[in-house]
């Protein structure tokens, strides 16, 4: 006997279905060209690599179809992200609720990414209107071609947000966060003849309180920035929105930021290759007979891993399922490994081509090969420290039971491992000799791993290529939609004066430098917990290395502090968001890493103070 399920549950299996066929055609829509968007700039760049360094005829417009490209992949890459709830947002406080709070909190962050969408989209298309007239100067088209990527990616975000509403089923929670949304925002239009006197406190009122709230409500951190400066201009100045839209577009479409993209996808395929367990196996031979030698093959293969990636999760992902099983089953607890891991991600923090070594180039105007230079010691002296933890913690180890490797099985592993271990100096080689800009250098990392993978390791899955290129859009739109609304913000609190009075007020501090770089490290170590390393860089970036100058302190010198110390904020629980993608690539509790974890926290506090006060660690090899 058939049963005819009951009308409600019959409507509800129904909504489920159609709304699921939508949800993939539009994945579909996205990604398939999003995923060519990636191809095709590895293409472009590195054809004019070659082009300019092997024929010496230099593509004169593959800068310019680079960055027109770039535009469109950081957008749909964005829409991408949204798609698959992948943009970047700091859910520690929102954890600690009930289930039905979660819930609901999880609509809100909808609904306040919806009511950014819907309040940019507008200027966006405007935006894209004005530059019609504006022709390019060197594949002479117009730039409109370029701009129509924002209300593109915005529309397209919109979209998948409603969906998303749609499929949350909760009706009550989606109106009672509508009213919410509205009630704030009518409340603020209300409010905007007060607004109007207030003068800078309008800064605290905006960038402080409603950013707090926003993000520790679980909103995205790139909505959050862009409700906030959104709301900031449009009732505290006489600005126009589209002004607001051009700086978005400008943080985002930053020709040094093509490398992002590029270098994730890098930290894919290293993985994909075998690369990377190449060179983690060489060094587990090794040093598998000293006691703790796995934890220093595991800070040893980080430092070299974040080499090549350039991304701290693509690092943490291809290091912990090729070296965790081995550690496990000679007896090392899953509480330290997870918090060794975090460490490290912490240490390597400014390791080239750290992306975030990119982002403080691209927004504070510091050499990239400077910072590529300056970031390979303060890595080692952290390194170092970490590793007399774990000698302490490891001394009475019982190695009785380990093999120990011969001189030929070394030897062996070695010789595998040396195409892959060769690849950051390749990479460095390639930016110092002037084959490739740091943009470019990622390119050739691509197709270096791409040949050492089909000739030399026989590792290449043709089926994973299209997953991790959309991945890869994902991840760098996610990133870059962040770097657009911080560079809008960061924007916004320059015009208000803030920079000049913050200037002021660092430059004022008794003590002089030894002040004002602990002064810097407490701030960044906070950032680096709330917002990560990305945004809090392009946030306060362009606003503290002047004053960094103007102090003394090198610049290169106040990066790599300012980065290790966000690397600390980044990978310390209860906040830091690196530890928890810690837990979640090593399959570990939260809970099991929290008490071995003190121990290398305070090491990376002493390796940042050292860091900090020898200059030389820094400076030292810089020309």
Not at 233 to 260: D, F, K, Y
Not at 503 to 523: D, E, H, K, Y
Not at 569 to 583: E, S, T
Request: include cysteine; proline fraction near 5%; charge should be neutral.
């Amino acid at each position: 006997m058939k049963i005819e399920a009951p009308g409600g549950d019959r409507s509800l299996v129904a909504k489920r279905r159609w709304t699921a066929r939508l949800d993939h055609a539009l994945g579909t829509l996205v990604e398939i060209p999003t995923a060519a968007l990636v191809l095709l700039e590895i293409l472009v760049l590195l054809g004019g690599v070659i082009s300019r360094y092997a024929f010496h005829h230099p593509i004169i417009w593959s800068d310019e179809l680079a960055s027109t490209l770039f535009l469109w992949l950081a957008m749909l890459g964005s829409v991408v992200a949204l798609r698959r709830a992948e943009h970047m947002r700091m859910t520690a406080f929102v954890g600690m609720l009930s289930p039905p709070a979660r819930a609901l909190l999880d609509v809100v962050a909808i609904v306040a990414a919806l009511t950014f969408l819907f309040l940019i989209v507008g200027s966006a298309y405007d935006f894209a209107v004005d530059e019609i007239p504006v022709t390019t100067p060197a594949m002479e088209i117009s730039s409109a071609w370029r701009a129509t990527a924002l209300p593109v990616g915005f529309a397209l975000m919109i979209a998948i947000a409603l969906l998303r509403l749609v499929e949350a089923g909760n009706w009550r929670y989606v109106a009672a966060a509508g009213a919410t949304s509205a009630a704030i925002v009518g409340g603020l239009i209300l409010l905007q003849p007060i607004f109007e006197n207030l003068g800078n406190v309008n800064l605290l009122i905006f960038f402080v309180g409603l950013v707090a709230c926003l993000v520790f409500a679980g909103v995205p951190i790139a909505f959050a920035f862009g409700l906030a400066t959104f709301g900031y201009q449009a009732l505290t100045t006489a600005t126009p929105i589209v002004v607001v839209v051009g700086r978005i577009e400008e943080g985002m479409s930053h020709l040094i930021l093509l490398s992002v993209p590029l270098f994730v996808f890098l930290g894919l395929l290293i993985e994909m290759t075998g690369m990377a367990r190449a060179m983690v196996n060489f060094l587990a031979s090794l040093l598998a007979p000293v006691r703790g030698g796995l934890s220093y093959v595991l800070i040893a293969a980080m430092y070299l891993v974040s080499g090549i990636s350039g991304s701290k999760a693509a690092d943490m992902a291809a290091i912990a399922p090729a070296l965790f099983p081995e550690m496990k089953a000679r007896g090392s607890e899953p509480g330290e490994l997870v918090a060794l891991l975090a460490a490290t991600g912490a240490q390597t923090e400014t390791i080239p081509p750290s992306l975030v070594l990119i982002t403080v180039g691209s927004v504070t105007g510091v050499s990239i090969a400077a910072l590529f230079t300056g970031g390979l010691l303060p890595g080692v002296a952290v390194g170092a420290i970490l590793c007399l933890v774990v000698w302490w913690r490891n001394r009475g180890d019982d190695l009785s039971q380990v093999k120990r490797a011969t001189t030929r099985e070394i030897g062996r592993a070695l010789l595998v491992a040396l195409p892959a271990i060769a690849l950051p100096f390749v990479i460095r080689a390639a930016v110092i000799q002037g084959v490739a800009t740091a943009t470019e250098v990622s390119t050739i990392g691509i197709a270096y791993s791409a040949l050492a993978g089909l000739i030399i390791y026989r590792r290449f899955d043709w089926r994973r290529i299209y997953p991790m290129l959309v991945e890869t859009a994902a991840l760098s739109g996610s990133i870059l939609l962040i770097i657009g609304a911080a560079t809008s913000m960061a924007w916004s609190l320059t015009q208000s004066g803030f920079s000049r009075d913050l200037a002021n007020a660092m430059t004022g501090l008794p003590g002089g430098i030894p002040t004002f770089l602990l002064v810097s490290m407490a701030a960044f170590i906070v950032l680096g917990s709330v917002l990560e390393g990305i945004p809090a860089i392009v946030l306060f970036g362009p606003l503290l290395f002047p004053i960094a100058k103007q102090v003394g302190v090198h610049e290169v010198h106040y990066a790599m502090v300012i980065i290790l110390a966000m690397g600390v904020g980044l990978f310390a629980p209860p906040f830091g968001v690196g530890y928890y993608a810690a837990c979640a690539i090593s399959r570990v509790h939260p809970d099991a890493g929290l008490k071995p974890i003190v121990g290398y926290m305070v090491a990376l506090v002493i390796g940042l103070l050292l860091v900090a006060f020898v200059p030389w660690i820094s400076i030292g090899f810089l020309r």
